[in-house]
């Protein structure tokens, strides 16, 4: 017996739909990358600097309430309808970004534009976790990554090339041929089975939870910028959103099928990895967002070569996370991994902390490179750990959480720094200003688009012009200091992940055995243990079934069994200890309460169960005829000469369906005390 996987291989019907997802991933991530470069340009050219952050925020606020809410509903109503309908808002929303006429307009684009992504993004990774074992989904997710880094390393180059070339409003509207063809292609071959259940919809989860995390949100963008801190109006949505986010857990605690199932945050592995994720979605969209403000502001770049400078974030991303996901397929393990991705995400944060208004270029991608090789060891894992760690009922919801959270912290990071950026510039813009100017200069007459509109900075004094510099080398320094306990929190919740073997099935352990079960029931006809009360569930059924193998192997074992010895090591592949490890580690996995315990044991009992599958029966047709001739009390020439009718023929008046009813009730009984006596 070997621990090795077996060789797998996509179907053709689901190689289609992994194509699929590739198209979707596309068009969602190059709105995300192709943009980046171009953010300075379009904000110095509709106005709203104050507001910078909301060109990222808005697309990220809505994308993080829309996350959980898609990902419940697709698990109740199916993939397909809800991955469409993103497509056609995430297109609808680029038309509108495009042929933005002013700052609100572009951010309510972009909110249109997150609502697509808040579907496209999480059911493009929940879909692998429907077609693929986690064993094998660290090499497809690796190839999702890649898709996803393909843009991220073109779309900084082509978005600069764009902008400087064509205008910033193509950036948008190339998005719109690649978000039809993805739609005519899923649209054809997205085909993912799916049971439609009756269900209520947790609709004042949804409310309460949407109003909360969006009072929330808006008083960290706008506290310290727009309204001060203490203002009614910061106070006030602080208020509103913890009430509604209190009142939101007291719903998810009653209702039959919460939108965020909090019986998830029982599992320590769920709990740290969404807070990782949380934290680690806070330093990359810090680098992602204010690297390029300080390349075309600080560095004076036009937009093409600061999509040169942030290559290597997104070159450390790609490569990383594509030999990571083949590192962890080839050797089941992910967590050493993790933690030097977490280390090297920090010693990135700390180069950047270093920046001034004398720093190179060179000193920016040093900074960023280690930070986007750190990204591509964590990113995709974070997805692997919870989708290994959760039922596959609860595939769709989970992994949606985890990117309710990827995109919360992005929202409340971009949020953070923003106000650290806008509230401190003027001053520290008038602390490198020489004194003559300062007197004659108020507050508030320059800020930063001073330097990254083409059409303003020729006609500033060169003594104004290297003051915004500095003043914004050390506000976007100060942005990266408030990184470093966040890397801090990203690197404890990773030491303290539990690390599980990965799965060889795309089920959990509860998953196989109700899958073993059924197979044995197939095999075996009606034959077995199982109470027959309404009121028991499948898990007590299983936990029999445990039961009874427990005893069968034991009986096996004591070598007074010649029969059951030698079904066993047919089990076995005529080895009777591989057939006594079988059975023993599948009535392990069926009893056991214990995720991890259950985890290591049930590549045996897929084993058992494929063993059963493959010869068609549990045992040799000169097997079972030794059983009958010792089973029946004629003479042995008699058994096997002829055909005996069965009782059910012979006597109609005795209910052979009611007798097993009984007998299999008993036999559950039996199998519980002497379970008890093994105990004892």
């Known amino acids: 017996m070997t ?19 590739l198209l979707g991933m596309l068009v969602a991530s190059i709105s995300q990358t192709i943009v980046g470069p171009a953010l300075p340009r379009i904000v110095a050219e509709l106005g709203g600097m104050d507001h910078y952050s909301w060109v990222a925020t808005a697309a990220m606020l809505v994308s993080a309430i829309s996350v959980p809410v898609v990902g419940k509903l697709s698990d109740l109503y199916g993939r397909r309808p809800f991955y469409l309908g993103g497509l056609a808002i995430f297109i609808i929303g680029s038309v509108l970004a495009g042929s933005a006429q002013s700052f609100w307009w572009l951010v ?27 064993r094998q989904r660290g090499k497809y997710q690796g190839l999702m990554g890649v898709v996803f880094g393909v843009t991220s390393v073109a779309g900084p180059l082509a978005g600069g090339l764009i902008t400087d070339a064509l205008g910033w409003r193509w950036l948008f509207f190339v998005a719109v041929p690649v978000g039809v063809i993805a739609l005519v292609v899923i649209a054809r071959f997205l085909d993912v089975p799916h049971e439609p259940r009756v269900a209520v919809i947790d609709t004042w989860g949804i409310v309460t939870m949407s109003l909360g995390v969006t009072s929330t949100l808006l008083a960290v963008s706008w506290g310290g910028t727009t309204y001060p801190w203490a203002s009614p109006m910061i106070v006030g949505l602080l208020g509103a959103g913890a009430l509604l986010l209190t009142l939101f857990v007291f719903i998810e605690l009653r209702v039959p099928e919460p939108v965020v199932p909090l019986r998830l945050f029982r599992s320590s592995i769920f709990t740290f990895a969404n807070l990782g994720a949380f934290g680690m979605s806070m330093v990359m969209f810090g680098a992602i967002l204010y690297v390029p403000i300080y390349a075309q502001g600080v560095l004076a770049v036009n937009a093409s070569t600061s999509g040169l400078i942030t290559l290597p974030l997104m070159l450390g991303l790609v490569l990383v996370g594509l030999l990571a996901g083949i590192l962890i397929t080839r050797t089941g393990r992910y967590k050493e991994l993790m933690l030097v991705g977490a280390v090297l995400l920090g010693v990135g944060v700390l180069m950047l902390v270093r920046l001034n208004a004398s720093s190179s270029a060179w000193d920016v991608v040093g900074g960023v490179g280690l930070i986007g090789v750190g990204l591509g060891a964590l990113s995709q894992q974070y997805t692997l750990v919870v989708q290994n760690a959760v039922a596959r009922r609860d595939l769709g919801v989970a992994t949606a959480a985890l990117q309710f959270f990827r995109n919360v912290g992005a929202t409340v990071g971009t949020a953070i720094f923003g106000t650290v950026l806008s509230s401190g510039l003027d001053d520290a813009i008038f602390r490198h200003l020489p004194p003559e100017l300062v007197a004659i200069m108020p507050h508030g007459t320059i800020n930063a688009g001073s330097v990254l509109d083409p059409a303003v900075i020729g006609s500033l004094p060169a003594e104004v012009i290297a003051a915004v510099r500095a003043g914004l080398a050390d506000q976007i320094a ?40 059924d197979t044995m029931a197939q095999q075996s006809g009606d034959v077995g243990p199982e109470l ?30 010649p029969l059951l010895a030698r079904a066993v090591g047919e089990l076995g592949s005529g080895d009777l200890n591989h057939g006594l490890t079988l059975l023993q580690c599948t009535a392990e996995m069926l009893t056991s309460d214990d995720p991890e315990v259950a985890a290591s044991t049930e590549r045996y009992a897929c084993a058992l169960a494929d063993r059963v599958s493959a010869a068609g029966d549990t045992m040799s047709d000169e097997l079972r005829r030794a059983i009958a001739v010792a089973a029946a009390s004629a003479p042995h020439h008699i058994v096997l000469d002829k055909i005996e009718k069965p009782v059910l023929e012979r006597y109609e008046a005795v209910d052979i369906g009611k007798l097993r009813l009984a007998a299999n009730d008993l036999m559950a009984a039996l199998l519980v005390d002497l379970a008890q006596d093994r105990r004892g």
């Open 532 to 561: 027959s009360g309404s009121g028991v569930g499948k898990r007590t059924r299983e936990r029999l079934l445990g039961i009874e193998l427990a005893i069968v192997a034991e009986s096996a074992a004591r070598g007074d069994r």
């Open 478 to 517: 100060t942005i990266f200091w408030a990184c470093v306990p966040i890397v801090v929190l990203v690197f404890v919740c990773t030491v303290l992940i539990k690390p599980m073997e990965l799965r060889d099935t795309v089920n959990t352990p509860e998953d196989a055995g109700r899958e073993l079960l």
């Open 3 to 21: 621990d090795s996987p077996a060789p797998f291989t996509l179907s053709p019907q689901s190689r289609r739909i992994f194509i699929g997802l």
């Open 108 to 134: 309510a684009a972009r909110a249109v534009q997150g609502l697509g992504m808040g579907i496209i993004m999480p059911l493009s990774q929940t879909i692998v976790g429907d077609i693929i074992p986690p």
